[in-house]
């Protein structure tokens, strides 16, 4: 099977990229067939740089052609521009290495490269613009080039849409070696496994006895191909594309470093996972200490100035989807109605440093669901604190509706507006939930909880409390303005898949 482009490692994993030399077709080291990149790379590449450079000539020419109007010097003036902006941003985007295999169709990087690439061109242009004193390249800088950014970045998302179909079908994956203790190994397992689109699938496994649990011969349906000794000769004989290393015991710096010299010449990376603490994003920096590269985490920020700038976004968005969602509102509200009782449900939740609130949705059970709660709790199918059923009988017919699609959830608009909750953050938890909460659990609470999150672009119903818990963990610890966006444009897709919903 085809391999994809080199990646980056997921959030926490560190890359060290095997290094390339001359000595790939050396005894011991496999060549890759085909050349440095198999032809399914080849062929992204090639996609993504012909999407730039058609979109880019295509939407100049129409610019050029909208503004034009007869041959007098100012039209052409027009056409000098538009050729010049045209072969900046196709300049511009080797330079800013926004067609770097290893970052095609995984993370943002993508798109911060390409990003840089329009506006260095457009600093570009302007510069050249004012030394000439050509008052006609202000529509350039400031509407025709950025414009044609963005149709460029509709482009790229455009091929990556194509390549997660690819990987949901099982192509275009890079084959990787995990190695570590059982435990770390399957949960790599399992987060690759829960995310295809990345583009990793573990095909063998090396565990420190060379076996898997109580001496099975595979992990989670890998087949465990040796032990920690047998990493290097695996990968020469079995060509992986990635060496993942989880938590191997007793494995230090030297033998990283070792490791990293096998893999020299060929076409296989090392990823490296710390193992200490899910953090990413703007708390993690890298700072030398006489050439020893630390990894120093800041604080994490519950207030201050991003956090007010969150604040008021979420209650502008709430405020215009309401006004939006109005004949929504009424349709959903009429249908419940007529299906029996109240049309909204009322619950206490608990929000910000344990505070309690008053959360609305769309009434989807029976009337006196919550009382019933006892007589099911044997069914419960969730793990920890939370009670969830696939078939649950309280649930109404319209109610069935609503909670696949996360109708019910509109109204929670309402406590958006009201400040008790945001559109992105934990889940709301229930005082029972709470009061089971062990220390790393409780903080949850230290930020409002949001209509969706990454418990919602991740499963929802299908995650373990555990998983649920991690998830939440991971965005109190590493919150941004760009990983709200981030999850409130996935949400849309998780929401019409209806993945977890029940």
């Not at 994809?4 to 060290?16: D, H, L, Q, T, W």
């Not at 003036?77 to 072969?87: H, K, M």
């Not at 943002?108 to 050509?134: D, N, P």
Request: proline content about 7%; hydrophobic content about 45%.
């Amino acid at each position: 099977m085809s391999n994809p482009p080199e990646v980056a490692a997921p959030v926490g994993a560190p890359v060290v990229p095997a290094q390339r030399s001359s000595s790939a077709g050396r005894p011991g080291h496999p060549v890759t067939p085909g050349g440095s990149r198999v032809r399914w790379q080849r062929r992204l590449r090639s996609l993504v740089v012909l999407s730039d450079v058609g979109i880019v000539l295509v939407a100049t020419a129409l610019a050029v052609l909208a503004g034009w109007t007869s041959m007098y010097a100012a039209d052409r003036a027009q056409l000098i521009c538009g050729a010049i902006a045209a072969a900046l941003m196709l300049v511009a985007m080797p330079l800013a290495r926004a067609w770097d295999a290893r970052i095609l169709g995984v993370g943002s990087t993508e798109f911060k490269r390409l990003g840089r690439a329009v506006a260095g061109a457009a600093v570009a242009l302007g510069l050249g613009g004012l030394t000439q004193l050509v008052a006609s390249v202000r529509i350039w800088v400031f509407l025709w080039v950025p414009l044609i950014g963005c149709l460029v970045a509709l482009g790229r998302f455009a091929v990556r849409k194509w390549l997660h179909h690819q990987r949901h079908h099982g192509r275009a994956m890079l084959s990787v070696l995990a190695v570590g203790d059982e435990h770390a190994v399957a949960d790599m397992i399992g987060r690759t496994r829960r995310d295809p689109h990345f583009g990793w699938r573990i095909d063998g496994v090396c565990t420190p006895t060379g076996r898997g649990p109580d001496g099975a011969p595979s992990i989670e349906d890998v087949p465990v191909v040796g032990d920690l000794d047998s990493v290097g000769p695996a990968v020469f004989g079995q060509g992986y594309r990635v060496v993942s290393v989880c938590q191997a015991p007793g494995w230090g710096p030297q033998r990283l470093h070792r490791l990293a010299w096998e893999l020299e010449g060929t076409e296989t990376e090392l990823a490296v996972a710390p193992g200490l603490m899910e953090i990413a994003g703007p708390r993690m920096h890298i700072t030398p200490v006489d050439g020893l590269p630390l990894l120093r985490l800041s604080q994490p920020r519950f207030t201050g100035s991003a956090r007010v700038v969150k604040t008021v976004a979420d209650r502008a968005a709430a405020g215009l989807l309401l006004l939006l969602a109005a004949p929504v509102f009424l349709a959903i509200a009429l249908a419940v109605k007529l299906d029996g009782g109240p049309v909204f449900f009322h619950q206490e939740r608990v929000g910000t440093n344990g505070r309690t609130f008053r959360m609305i949705k769309f009434r989807s059970m029976v009337v006196d669901a919550e009382a019933k709660i006892a007589e099911l709790r044997a069914a419960n199918e969730a793990a920890g604190p939370l009670f969830k059923m696939t078939r649950d009988p309280r649930i109404t017919r319209v109610g069935a509706v609503l909670r696949k699609y996360s109708l019910d959830e509109l109204p929670q608009l309402l406590n958006v507006l009201g400040g008790s909750m945001s559109l992105v953050g934990p889940r709301p938890p229930l005082p029972a939930e709470v009061a089971t909460y062990e220390d790393i659990a409780r903080r949850r609470l230290l930020v409002r909880p949001g209509m969706t999150g990454l418990w919602q672009v991740s499963g929802r119903s299908n995650l373990s409390w555990e998983e649920s818990v991690r998830l939440d963990l991971r965005y109190v610890e590493n919150w941004s303005m760009a990983l709200d966006l981030t999850i409130l444009w996935k949400t849309i897709g998780a929401v019409l898949r209806s993945r977890g919903a029940y």
